[in-house]
């Protein structure tokens, strides 16, 4: 099951709680397809990966966003027709220049 979501822009102090309710969120949204196990085994990991990466404030203090994105399978095992799991984590500075 593909899965995405967003982030919106936040501060670095507070990036965590908007992250886990981005994450509750596109649960909710989504109509029970994030409530599967691998999909939202890989969901969570992206939120916490992301919480650490803005902590390191390798992109910067001020403002931040993440977009999120991945792909699970059944069982995390390939399926012939489908897209492989995979897990993307994207974020950034929103502060404006």
Known sequence: MSWSFMVPATPTDSFGAAADAA???AIEQSKGSMDVEETAE???AAVDLSKLLVATKAVGGGLVQASLS???NPGHEPTKGYSPDTIII???NADKA
């Open 90 to 92: 994207s974020v950034s």
């Open 70 to 72: 991945g792909h699970a």
């Open 23 to 25: 994450l509750a969120l």
């Open 42 to 44: 890989q969901a969570r």
